[in-house]
């Protein structure tokens, strides 16, 4: 039974939720609700089959999926193809499903997932990038920023099958930067290029993780320390060592030399309206991230009046701290570099500061009863970001713990 907490899962890129069966929400179901849940749960299995990461998020990779545990997904163009070919049937096979005969619960996933499959097959009529965003890889999107941290902190490693299996995805991270280095090349053929300031950032950071040595890369730290560990034999460092210095770095190497053949030819600007079809684009992206069919003018104008009432507060508050001078900006500005608000931009600090924040989260999880009703099952523990990617990544970000905790 699929737990319900991991309901709003997204899968395999197609911009379509997990599948949660109806049968998880209700003890008896219609003949109506049955449909339902057959045809979620079969959205659901595909999802996992076609996302082995997914299925290691899930902690699904086991028994008769084992296979996926030493597998990574695909990412041609081929498969991107095939991905808006689902999202086109799946939208169409969800029309065919009425609300007639299903319990108040089963309409709201149904809505749900009305919601979620229309527009996955409305950007399946977009040529290019990946679901609602127009790159396949930014300064912070892509398989060089993505599966490093995933080896590191999300496959499992408690048997030597395991450790085989993560020599194995180490080849297949290899593949995946060259189905993506292949794809950002067809895309920029249609005239889709990342602007040249996010380009420089990501160009920095795939130097970065192309020059640093294998033995001093997470995932390798993190592959020789767990198997250490456990006691398993086998020079699982140095295989690990020899497939990131001879597949995955010139692999690297391939998508770094696509972005800098790019790079005279990309313009500063950022707008999606330099796009083809870029207001479609943009559309979708509004739909995705506020579930309304506002227009980019109504959202800005929402926007505007949100920062107004915000800047309010903040100038309240500033002004009781005997800041009053120049614009809400620039006083926070000079807040936020004030050094006793700091800490030192050093690797000994930084160390220091995730377990200042541990330390944090350690006296907020008793509190949370007081503002949540349903709770997590697993802890939050907080790590730093991969310094190959740490020039673009977010401040920060959640990985959700496997099924089984």
Known sequence: ???????????????????????????????AEARLDAMLTRWFEENVDLSPEYATNLGLDRGARAALAGQLRQAGIADAEADRVRARARWAEIRTVSEEGLSDQAKVSLAVYRFT?????????????????????????????SVPDFMANQHRLET?????????????????????????????????????????????????????PAYDMAMLQALIRKTDERNMGGDWGAQAASVIDTEIKPALNRQIAVFEAQRPSATEDAGAWKLPQGDSVYALALRAFTTTDYSAQDIHDIGLEQVAAIQG??????????????????????????????????DEAKVA???????QMEELEPLL?????????ARVEIRRVPPSIELGAPGGYYQAASLDG
């Open 160 to 212: 030597e099958a395991d450790a085989e299996a993560f020599i194995s995805r180490l080849s297949a991270f290899a593949r995946l930067l060259d189905q993506e280095s292949e794809r950002i090349t067809a895309d920029a053929a249609l005239g889709v290029m990342l602007p040249g300031f996010l380009m420089d950032k990501t160009l920095t950071q795939l130097r970065t993780l192309r020059d640093t």
């Open 117 to 145: 499959a229309e527009g996955a097959a409305l950007a399946a009529d977009i040529p290019y990038g990946g679901g609602i965003g127009p790159y396949v890889v930014t300064q912070r999107s892509g398989a060089y920023f």
């Open 313 to 346: 507060e903040i100038d309240t508050i500033l002004r009781g701290m005997g800041m009053t001078e120049g614009s809400v900006g620039s006083r926070i500005k000079t807040l936020s570099e004030d050094p006793q608000h700091l800490w030192p931009n050093t």
């Open 1 to 31: 039974m699929i737990d319900r907490r991991r309901l709003m899962l997204s899968s395999a890129g197609l911009g379509l939720m997990a599948a949660l069966p109806v049968a998880a929400q209700t003890p008896a179901m219609s003949p």
């Open 369 to 377: 009863p007081r503002v949540f009703n349903t709770l997590p099952g």
């Open 353 to 359: 500061l995730i377990g200042s924040l541990n330390r």
